[in-house]
């Protein structure tokens, strides 16, 4: 008997090591707002004008065409929410998106805008889906530099714990070496389509409610080996 609780007192106290070292000088928060007009109400809270910053400031790079509704979502018809991580001193968000859970609104940004279009991905209804997008990162920050998988990890577990049962959509961006796509292939997402999207080229993936905790555990695992005590 007391070997047994000495066992479960080490793996208690691994698993306190390893979520302490995830969190380490960063924190996750996931901001709910019921729709857009909640959130200006609120455009002068710190979070959310730092997001907005950080938002035009990943996205100043990119070659995409984008209308003022791209940084201050007024295109959205739905509840929605934000999940920041920040670095937990300064509270400078290093890492931010939106996510929404509306079939509606999903379908609609699914649909195929160019002749070039493909989508085999039908939502089915009464379903939950949760759709992910406008990921931003702070990458001219150190933090974000020093801590970016620990950023991703933490990002990715409070996506997982704020939509448990959902099947996770998202678009990634194409380019010739298919950098991000390869990323989220390796977490178990599969492809289901690829649209021109602010006329960039974006692969459509999903990670499926029922199979998404193998990958992501695999993934979680290869991070713990090879990176967490590095």
């Known amino acids: 008997m007391l070997a ?3 066992i479960i007192g080490v793996f208690l106290l691994c698993y306190l090591f390893i979520k302490w070292r995830l969190k380490r000088n960063i ?3 996931r901001i709910h ?3 857009i007009n909640v959130l200006q109400t609120k455009s002068n809270d710190p979070l959310v004008q730092a997001e907005r910053h950080l938002r035009k400031t990943a996205y100043a790079e990119v070659q995409m065409i984008r209308t003022e509704a791209f940084y201050t979502d007024e295109d959205m018809g739905a509840a929605f929410d934000f999940i920041v991580v920040r670095d937990r001193k300064t509270k400078t968000p290093l890492l ?7 079939q509606r609104l999903i379908s609609k940004q699914l649909q195929p805008h160019e002749t070039t279009d493909y989508l085999t991905l039908s939502l089915v209804p009464d ?3 949760v759709f992910l997008d406008r990921l931003s990162g702070n990458s001219a920050h150190p933090l974000f530099t020093n801590m970016r998988q620990r950023i991703f990890m933490n990002y990715y577990l409070r996506v997982l714990n704020s939509y448990p049962k959902h099947h996770i959509i998202l678009m990634a961006r194409s380019s010739l070496d298919e950098r991000l796509l390869t990323k989220y292939l390796r977490l178990g997402f599969h492809v289901v389509g690829k649209q021109k999207h602010h006329q960039a080229d974006h692969w459509i993936v ?6 998404r905790t193998q990958g992501l555990a695999q ?3 290869q ?5 967490l005590f590095s």
């Open 96 to 102: 931010s998106s939106r996510s929404y859970t509306d």
């Open 219 to 221: 993934s979680a695992k």
């Open 223 to 227: 991070y713990v080996s090879f990176k």
């Open 206 to 211: 999903i990670l499926p409610a029922k199979s």
């Open 127 to 129: 379903e939950p889906y």
């Open 33 to 35: 707002f019921e729709s």
């Open 27 to 29: 924190s996750v928060h």
């Open 4 to 6: 047994i609780l000495i």
